[in-house]
C-alpha cells in the first residue's frame, strides 16, 4: 500500500469489545495460526487452479486426432495450440484494476461457469474457427480470474507460511500437467463412437468432455469457499472478517472459537468512487513500471529475455511431442527408400512416408489431404512420463538454488542440455533417442523458468518485484503464442529450420547467462515514497 492510500482512506474502528485494541490484518491473520482450515482451503481451490493448465494442455494432445475433423495443416495446429494463451495475453492487465471491488470467490463463479459451458461446447463443434473463437473465449477466463488462485490462498496465511506454503502449493498446482496426459493416455487411442444429442463423438471429443469436468468439480467447490478476511477487511465487513477469522484459529489450533485474542479490526472506509480508484491503481502501476525500466534496465531485461526463452521452448515441446511423434510411430518403411540410413526426425515428419499417406501418393493435390492417424497408446505415456519428470525435476531443483552461484550453474546446465537437444534431436538414430531429446528439452526448459522467477526475487526491489512478475507472465504467455506460431509454420515449410532456430535462440539465452545481475538488497520505503511524490 503506497503512502498517499494510506492518507486518503479514513481509519474506522469496528470493535467488539471496547477494552481490546483493534488489530490490522497481518496481525489477525498471524493469529490464526496454520492448520486443518488452510489445508482443506488449498483441496478446495486445486480444481480451479488446475482448469487454466487443462485448457491450455488438452489441445496439444488432440492435433493428430482432430486433424481430419478440423483440416488441419501444420499452421493451424500451432494456432490451434496458441489461441488460450492469445486470450490470456490481450485481457490479463483488466483483472488487477476490478479485483478490490469484485470478490476473488465470484470471480472464480463466473470464470468457471463460463469455462464449463465453453469446454463443453467446444466438444462439439464442428467448425476450426468457432473453436478458435471457443479457446479464445477461455483463455481470456483462465488467464483473469482464475490466474488468481495463488493471490486468493496468500490472503489466509500470514508472512511466516507464505514461504514454505508456496512452494508446495506451486508443486501441487504444477500436478494438473500430468493429468491432461494420463487421460489422453486412457481415452484417445480407443476407437470410441458414441452418439450424443444426435452427434457422433470419437474419442478425442470424448477426451474434451472428460476434461471438462474438471472447471464444472471446481465450479462446485469455488461455491463453497470463504470471501478472503482481507477483501471482507477492505469493504468494510468487519464482523464478518472477524467471525471467520475466528473459525479459522478454532479449525488450526483445536480451541474454542471465543478464544480468538483479536476482538477488534482496523477498517480502512474508501472515500474516492470506484473509477478514481481504478484509475490511481493504474497510475501507480505506471508509475512503477517506468521505475522499473529506468532503475532496473539490465536486470529485468536479463529476467526478460530467459523468461521468453525458456517459455518458448516449454510451450512449444510440451504442446508438440505428441502429435509429433504420432506421425513418426506412423512411419511407413516399405516407402523409405535410402535403405542405407536411417531417416531423420524431420524426414520422418514427412506425409510422404507415413502410412496414411500411402494410399495418396498419386494424388496430384496431396498437400491437401488429410489423415486419420493411427495413435498408439505408448505416445501418451511417454508424454505422461515426461511431464511427471518436468514436475518432478523443476520441484527438486528448487531446494538447491539457495545461492546466485547455484541458480547461475543450473541455468547455464539446463540450457546447454536445450542447445545440444535441440540441435540433436533431427539426427538422433531411432525415436526413443528423439523422444529422449526432445523430453530433455521440455524439462531444463521448465527448470529454466523457475530460476528466472526465483533470479527476479534477488534482481528487482520489493516494491517493484509485483510488476515485474505481472510483465513476466505477460512474457510468458506472449512466447507461447510467438513460439508455437512460428514453429507450425516453419514445420511446414522449412522443418529443420524449426529445431535449429531454436537451439539456436537457447544458445543466445545461453550466453547471456553467463552475465548474472547482481542482486539489491533494498528496503521497500524509499520507491514507495518516491511513487506517492509522483
Known amino acids: 500500500m503506497f503512502a498517499s492510500d494510506r492518507n486518503r482512506d479514513k481509519i474506522e474502528i469496528t470493535t467488539t469489545d471496547s477494552v481490546n485494541e483493534p488489530a490490522d490484518f497481518d496481525t489477525a491473520i498471524s493469529t490464526t495460526g496454520y492448520g486443518l482450515f488452510n489445508v482443506l482451503l488449498l483441496l478446495a481451490v486445486l480444481p480451479i487452479a488446475w482448469t487454466a493448465v487443462f485448457d491450455t494442455t488438452s489441445g496439444g494432445f488432440i492435433l493428430a486426432s482432430a486433424e481430419y475433423d478440423f483440416e488441419l495443416t501444420f499452421f493451424r495446429k500451432g494456432m490451434f495450440v496458441a489461441f488460450p494463451y492469445i486470450g490470456m ?23 468457471l461457469l463460463g469455462d464449463s459451458i465453453l469446454n463443453i461446447v467446444s466438444s462439439g463443434v464442428r467448425s476450426f474457427y468457432i473453436y478458435l473463437l471457443i479457446k479464445f473465449i477461455s483463455g481470456i477466463f483462465v488467464g483473469g480470474p482464475l490466474a488468481l488462485v495463488m493471490t486468493y490462498l496468500m490472503e489466509f496465511h500470514s508472512a511466516r507460511y507464505k514461504p514454505h506454503f508456496t512452494t508446495w502449493t506451486g508443486f501441487l498446482f504444477a500436478i494438473a500437467n500430468i493429468i491432461p496426459a494420463a487421460i489422453a493416455f486412457a481415452i484417445l487411442p480407443l476407437d470410441w463412437h458414441i452418439d450424443i444429442l444426435g452427434q457422433d463423438y470419437d474419442a478425442w471429443r470424448i477426451y474434451l468432455l472428460i476434461c471438462s469436468i474438471l472447471p464444472v468439480i471446481g465450479l462446485v467447490t469455488a461455491t463453497m469457499l470463504p470471501e478472503s478476511p482481507k477483501y471482507l477487511m477492505a469493504t468494510g465487513r468487519s464482523d464478518a472478517a472477524l467471525k471467520l477469522l475466528r473459525r479459522m484459529y478454532c479449525m488450526n489450533t483445536r480451541q474454542p472459537a471465543d478464544t480468538f485474542p483479536i476482538k477488534a479490526l482496523f477498517v480502512r472506509q474508501k472515500t474516492r ?18 521505475m ?12 526478460s529475455f530467459l523468461q521468453f526463452g525458456s517459455m ?13 511423434f504420432i506421425i513418426v510411430s506412423n512411419f511407413d518403411e516399405k516407402n523409405w527408400t535410402p535403405k542405407e540410413r536411417q531417416p531423420t526426425f ?12 500411402r494410399q495418396y501418393l498419386n494424388c496430384s493435390n496431396f498437400d491437401d489431404v488429410f489423415f486419420r492417424w493411427t495413435t498408439y497408446p505408448v505416445i501418451y505415456q511417454n508424454s505422461t512420463v515426461i511431464a511427471l519428470s518436468a514436475v518432478i525435476f523443476s520441484f527438486l531443483a528448487g531446494f538447491i538454488m539457495t545461492t546466485k552461484l547455484r541458480k547461475q550453474i543450473i541455468m547455464i546446465t539446463a540450457l546447454l542440455i536445450s542447445v545440444a537437444s535441440s540441435f540433436g534431436i533431427n539426427w538422433a538414430q531411432t525415436p526413443p533417442y528423439m523422444l529422449t531429446l526432445a523430453a530433455a528439452v521440455i524439462v531444463t526448459t521448465r527448470i529454466a523458468g523457475n530460476i528466472v522467477t526465483a533470479v527476479n526475487v534477488d534482481v ?3 516494491p517493484l518485484r509485483d510488476t515485474s512478475i505481472n510483465i513476466l507472465t505477460t512474457i510468458g504467455n506472449l512466447a507461447a503464442i510467438v513460439g508455437n506460431l512460428i514453429f507450425s509454420a ?7 529450420t524449426a529445431f535449429i532456430g531454436m537451439g539456436c535462440f537457447f544458445f ?22 518516491v511513487s506517492t511524490k509522483s
Open 89 to 111: 495475453t490481450t485481457t490479463a492487465f483488466i483483472w488487477d484494476y476490478i479485483t478490490p471491488y469484485i470478490s476473488m470467490k465470484i470471480l472464480f463463479i463466473f470464470a
Open 312 to 324: 518458448l521452448g516449454f510451450h512449444i515441446m510440451r504442446l508438440w511431442v505428441p502429435q509429433l
Open 508 to 529: 543466445v539465452c545461453l550466453c547471456i547467462s553467463l552475465f548474472f545481475p547482481q542482486s539489491v538488497k533494498e528496503s521497500p520505503a524509499k520507491p514507495t515514497e
Open 346 to 357: 524431420c524426414e520422418l515428419l514427412d506425409p510422404r512416408v507415413t502410412l496414411p499417406g
Open 273 to 290: 468512487p470506484m473509477l478514481k480508484e481504478s484509475l490511481e491503481r493504474m497510475r501507480i502501476s505506471l508509475y512503477n513500471t517506468k
Open 490 to 496: 516453419l514445420l511446414e515449410t522449412e522443418c529443420l
Open 460 to 462: 528487482i526491489p520489493v
Open 292 to 303: 522499473l525500466l529506468a532503475s532496473h534496465l539490465s536486470a529485468f531485461c536479463f529476467v
